[in-house]
């Protein structure tokens, strides 16, 4: 069975920094892409980042760009993202998703298994 | 790259049918057969329904179908159950490695 465990979500304040992270397990960690989606409370859904399997490659959102970083470590199944400069805007649960790879696209077939989601509230 | 348009809300009887739109442009959903389709409860992770316009993963019942005609998307729900009810959210690919989300269409089950 396939298992996304997100963890590292806290309150902080405007322009500090988190790292979330996504313990998976139940498939092969490399063959996939992983993501992660945010949603704001009482929001949609919104894509911030994903990275291969191989973690050679990583794209963002243009809200995350220069902020965010994403990283996966293969000894560990684990999915990383670092958020740097955090606004208020930032405030949403942020979900560990993955990522069937069609090709180089790696969002192009959806996300076919989810995290529970971890919240971060960026607040003074 | 703006959201894809979905109406706020959609209703449909139990064991009717109810069909959500999703509109895009020619550079997301008009370019690209890579339309998604999920389900959210609340307080509960997506759940993929649709993908590749029309593909349903396994598990997913028969009832759920997609299509695509130019720049809109169309999640078509039949014989609607009291377990449909939820928020339903379109995504489709947007080239480079982008995807965008609609804004999200909560259906009631009447």
């Known amino acids: 069975e396939v298992q996304l465990l997100e963890s590292g979500g806290g309150l902080v304040q405007p322009g500090g920094s988190l790292t979330l992270s996504c313990a998976a397990s139940g498939f092969t960690f490399s063959s996939y892409a992983m993501s992660w989606v945010r949603q704001a409370p009482g929001k949609g859904l919104e894509w911030v980042s994903v990275?291969?399997?191989?973690?050679?490659?990583?794209y963002y959102a243009d809200a995350g760009k220069g902020r965010f970083t994403i990283s996966r470590d293969k000894s560990k199944n684990a999915l990383y993202l670092q958020m740097n400069t955090l606004r208020v805007e930032d405030t949403a649960v942020y979900y560990c998703?993955?990522?069937?790879?069609?090709?180089?696209?790696?969002?192009?077939?959806?996300?076919?298994?989810w995290g529970q989601g971890t919240l971060v509230t960026v607040s003074a | 790259q703006s959201a894809l348009t979905q109406p706020p809300s959609a209703s449909g009887s139990l064991g009717q049918s109810v069909t959500i739109s999703c509109t895009g442009t020619s550079s997301d959903i008009g370019a690209f057969n890579y339309v998604s389709w999920y389900q959210q409860h609340p307080d509960k992770a997506p759940k993929l329904m649709i993908s590749e316009v029309s593909q349903r993963p396994s598990g997913v019942p028969d009832r759920f179908s997609g299509s695509k005609s130019g720049n809109m998307a169309f999640l078509t729900v039949s014989g609607l159950q009291a377990e449909d009810e939820g928020d339903y959210y379109c995504s489709s690919y947007a080239g480079s490695n982008n995807l965008i989300f609609g804004g999200g269409t909560k259906l009631t089950v009447l």
């Open positions: 990275i291969s399997g191989s973690g050679g490659n990583s």
């Open positions: 998703a993955r990522a069937p790879v069609r090709g180089a696209r790696m969002v192009a077939l959806g996300f076919d298994n």
